[in-house]
């Protein structure tokens, strides 16, 4: 059982703490045989966040779901390909073994790669734990859904095209871009932008002009530059 929380009080050998969560006195009752014990750790406050471990394990745990393999079969391999691509070894996610943004880009790694296998996973805010901008274009790469995580979803502009921008002449470099399935594609158009935005939180987010070309969104004014 872990807790996390934040030191308020220190007089001598006690010390109060103020808890992120509820304390679950029962609970931990019965797996201490009534004395309770804490162990302890301060932790550098550029570490791996408490939220980060917590959705890398839930990610770990959506692959062995799908896929039938253990949970510590998926660990060690995407620790271990993830610490191979960046040149560390094998990497661990314990408090003060990996800082945040380094967590943050793991997490982006495991779900380029669940994407890319299409394994799917559970929809969650992984966006509070890694680079926002950088988990979206994941998204638009692999077409999935902003909002609800759907696959083979629409490339969906944030400024209007048509009435008078012919999507085959303006530059989409300058334009903002979200991925959206078809039923979410259909309620932007029919309740408004402004009012779909203020719903949903969204952001959007532009891309280069090689990755327009890539994507095949629209015609790109400056395909025959990136093609030099």
Excluded at 154 to 172: C, L, P, Q, S, W
Aim: with cysteine; hydrophobic share 40%.
């Amino acid at each position: 059982m872990e807790v996390s929380g934040q030191i308020i009080k220190v007089s001598g050998r006690e010390v109060t703490l103020s808890l992120d969560h509820d304390f679950d006195i029962a609970q931990a009752s019965r797996i201490s045989d009534g004395e309770m014990k804490v162990l302890g750790e301060v932790l550098d406050k550029r570490s791996i966040t408490w939220p980060q471990q917590k959705l890398i394990n839930a990610l770990f745990l959506d692959a062995s779901e799908y896929t039938g393999h253990p949970v510590q079969w998926w660990e060690d391999l995407l620790k271990t390909m993830f610490g191979s691509e960046n040149g560390t070894g094998k990497v661990s996610i314990a408090a003060n073994a990996m800082t945040q943004v380094q967590a943050g880009k793991f997490i982006e790694f495991i779900l380029d790669f669940l994407l890319a296998e299409k394994i799917p996973f559970r929809f969650q805010e992984y966006h509070l734990a890694g680079d926002v901008s950088r988990i979206l274009f994941l998204y638009i790469k692999h077409r999935v859904c902003f909002i609800c995580g759907k696959p083979h979803s629409d490339y969906a502009h944030f400024e209007t095209v048509g009435m008078g921008r012919n999507r085959k002449d303006i530059d989409h470099s300058q334009n903002r871009f979200m991925c959206l399935c078809r039923d979410h594609h259909t309620e932007q158009h029919k309740i408004g932008i402004k009012t779909f935005m203020r719903k949903y939180h969204l952001a959007p987010i532009k891309l280069k002009p090689e990755q327009i070309a890539e994507f095949g969104i629209g015609k790109n004014l400056h395909q025959k530059e990136v093609g030099k």
